[in-house]
């Protein structure tokens, strides 16, 4: 059974940084595709950073050079360090896996966490 559990969130105010994690059971987690996502109040959720088997990332333009994905396959951990923060950063933060073969980037996530809620004050 894939599980796979956020922790890391918090409140924290503009121009800070923050660093989520992924703790990931259950799968192949060194050749999975594997992702964050986010979802703010009243809003879709969007990709936030993605990384793939071939360690090809991706970046949506609203968080380049700010966010940097990153997995530890020794421990299966994956991490998004999150730098710059603004408000419009606020949001609940989704790890979530997929097939080593998805493209960069997907959504076609097969596995999903339950979140982290990010509030990023003025």
């Known amino acids: 059974q894939v599980q796979l559990v956020e922790s890391g969130g918090g409140l924290v105010r503009t121009g800070d940084s923050l660093r989520l994690s992924c703790a990931a059971s259950g799968l192949t987690f060194s050749t999975s595709t594997m992702a964050w996502f986010r979802q703010a109040p009243g809003k879709e959720r969007e990709i936030v950073a993605q990384t793939n088997w071939m360690s090809t990332t991706y970046y949506p333009d609203s968080v380049k050079g700010r966010f940097t994905i990153s997995r530890d396959s020794a421990n299966n951990i994956l991490y998004l360090q999150m730098n710059s923060l603004k408000p419009d950063d606020t949001a609940v933060y989704y790890c979530?896996?997929?097939?080593?073969?998805?493209?960069?980037?997907?959504?076609?996530?097969?596995?999903w966490g339950k979140g982290t809620l990010v509030t990023v004050s003025q």
């Open positions: 979530a896996a997929g097939s080593r073969f998805l493209p960069v980037p997907s959504y076609d996530m097969a596995y």
